[in-house]
Structures are given as structure tokens and as C-alpha cells.
């Protein structure tokens, strides 16, 4: 039931059954759920090959324990190698390095390292063995808690969180801080966006809404 003073209108709605969509469900989901933080997974071989590619599935699932998670899309070497080490570290991916990140997509053959072949470099982690982005800002090494599979194609891998490294240029008062992050987003199809105006909004109690 809408209160007094909030605004309601009737919108014309066209609807869409995902069983008769097929295919274009994945591109109308991409569309809608935005904007999406970009996870930049690096993951290491079995053969000791730095993998380096952008997620944008991805997401805090638990607090305790720290969780967050990535989905692949298709068996892909994160995938894989997160499955087969157990380890993958998720760096944020700022404004200033999207075009290393965009490089870092490119279906590059397994054996090549994307650090080497978009020129980043690598930092070593804490308490794991894939690496950290150092011109990144911001490091979550992960340890794998768990996979699930969905229709044989995506699968979400779920990682606690082990140790956080941030860069001390994007703390104010001991904090990170949005304006210093400044951290990419994906929307739909090849769409992109950074941090738009932020505001701040407290939580409004039940017992201070006009009635
Ligand atoms: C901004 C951005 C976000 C992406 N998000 C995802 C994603 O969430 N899941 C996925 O499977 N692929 C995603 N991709 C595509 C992968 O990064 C791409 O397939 C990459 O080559 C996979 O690398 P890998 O085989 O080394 O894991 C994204 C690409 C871009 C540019």
C-alpha cells in the first residue's frame, strides 16, 4: 500500500518468458542487472601460468565467513585453475586501467600469461599463490569454499576471503574511500561506467515514517 506523498503510476510493461527467449536472456539479464562491479580474477596453472581475466558476475555472498564469488560463463582458464589450486585473487579493476582490462578478455591461448601479454605487474600475495594486480588498488585473496554448476554452463565459484590488501593512497580515515577507488562497471552488451554523483542516505526507522 502506497503512504501519503509517495509517488505512484501505472508503466505499460512488456513481458518476457525466459523459455521463450532462449538465448536473448542472457543479453536482456546482462542489460538489466547493472551496473555490475568487475571482478579482475587471477588465478596460477598447474603449469605456474599467471591467469588474468575480468568477471563481472560477481558479488559478496557472506560476511561470516567473507565470501564473495565469481560465475564463468563456459569452461574458462579462471575456472579452471581456481577449481584445480583452490586459490584465485580478485583485484578491483579503477578507471585508469581500462584498457588492460578490457585486453585482459581477450580469449588468449592458456599458456599465456595475461600480465605479460597486457604488461602488468605482478605483486606477490599474502596467503595465496596467484598473484595480486599491483597497479590495482585493491586485493581479496580468496580460498575456493565451493562451486555450483547451473544447466552445465555457468558455474559460480565461491571464495573466502583469507586476506585484504589495499592500497594506502585510496584510505581516508583509515577507510577506502569511492572518490580514491574509483572502480569500473559493466552494464549491458559492451557497455561501461564509473562512479556517477554519490550521495549518502541514512536508513530511515519504521517508527519515523509518516504515516
Ligand atoms: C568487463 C568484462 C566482464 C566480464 N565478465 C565475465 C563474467 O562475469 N563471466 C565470464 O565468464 N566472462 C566474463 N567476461 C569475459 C571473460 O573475461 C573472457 O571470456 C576471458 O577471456 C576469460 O579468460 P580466462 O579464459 O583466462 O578465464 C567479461 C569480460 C569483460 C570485458
Same mark, same amino acid.
Given at each position: 500500500?502506497?503512504?501519503?506523498?509517495?509517488?505512484?503510476? #501505472? $508503466?505499460s510493461r #512488456?513481458d518476457?518468458?525466459?523459455?521463450?527467449?532462449?538465448? @536473448?536472456?542472457?543479453?536482456?539479464?546482462?542489460?538489466?542487472? $547493472?551496473?555490475?562491479?568487475?571482478?579482475? &580474477?587471477?588465478t596460477?596453472?598447474?603449469?605456474?601460468?599467471?591467469?588474468?581475466?575480468?568477471?563481472?558476475?560477481?558479488?559478496?555472498?557472506?560476511?561470516?565467513?567473507?565470501?564473495?564469488?565469481?560465475?564463468?560463463?563456459?569452461?574458462?582458464?579462471?575456472?579452471?585453475?581456481a577449481?584445480?589450486?583452490?586459490?584465485? &585473487?580478485?583485484?578491483?579493476?579503477?578507471?585508469?586501467? @581500462?584498457? @588492460?582490462?578490457?585486453?585482459?578478455?581477450?580469449?588468449?591461448?592458456?599458456?599465456?600469461?595475461?600480465?605479460?601479454?597486457? !604488461?602488468l605487474?605482478?605483486?606477490?600475495?599474502? #596467503?595465496?599463490?596467484?598473484?595480486?594486480? =599491483?597497479?590495482?588498488?585493491? =586485493?581479496?585473496?580468496?580460498?575456493?569454499?565451493?562451486?555450483?554448476?547451473?544447466? !552445465?554452463?555457468?558455474?559460480v565459484?565461491f571464495?573466502?576471503? $583469507?586476506? &585484504?590488501?589495499?592500497?594506502?593512497?585510496?584510505?581516508?580515515? !583509515?577507510r577506502?574511500?569511492?572518490? /580514491? /577507488?574509483?572502480?569500473?562497471?559493466?552494464?549491458? !552488451?559492451?557497455?561501461?561506467?564509473?562512479?556517477?554523483?554519490?550521495?549518502?542516505?541514512?536508513?530511515?526507522?519504521?517508527s519515523?515514517?509518516?504515516?
Open positions: 500500500m502506497a503512504r501519503a506523498g509517495w509517488h505512484s503510476e #501505472r $508503466v #512488456r518476457f518468458d525466459p523459455a521463450a527467449l532462449g538465448s @536473448q536472456m542472457y543479453p536482456l539479464l546482462n542489460s538489466v542487472v $547493472v551496473p555490475r562491479p568487475i571482478a579482475w &580474477v587471477t596460477r596453472s598447474d603449469q605456474g601460468v599467471d591467469n588474468l581475466a575480468p568477471h563481472s558476475y560477481f558479488t559478496i555472498s557472506s560476511i561470516e565467513p567473507p565470501v564473495v564469488q565469481f560465475t564463468s560463463v563456459g569452461h574458462k582458464d579462471s575456472l579452471r585453475n577449481v584445480a589450486t583452490g586459490e584465485f &585473487v580478485v583485484s578491483l579493476c579503477p578507471e585508469h586501467l @581500462q584498457e @588492460q582490462v578490457n585486453l585482459t578478455a581477450t580469449d588468449f591461448p592458456a599458456d599465456t600469461s595475461e600480465y605479460d601479454a597486457v !604488461g605487474t605482478r605483486e606477490p600475495s599474502a #596467503r595465496v599463490a596467484p598473484c595480486r594486480v =599491483a597497479e590495482s588498488p585493491l =586485493a581479496l585473496e580468496c580460498r575456493v569454499v565451493g562451486t555450483r554448476e547451473f544447466g !552445465g554452463a555457468s558455474t565459484v571464495g573466502e576471503v $583469507v586476506w &585484504v590488501a589495499l592500497d594506502e593512497d585510496v584510505l581516508r580515515n !583509515g577506502p574511500d569511492i572518490d /580514491l /577507488l574509483r572502480p569500473l562497471a559493466r552494464l549491458g !552488451g559492451n557497455q561501461w561506467s564509473t562512479i556517477g554523483q554519490v550521495s549518502e542516505h541514512r536508513r530511515v526507522p519504521f519515523e515514517l509518516p504515516s
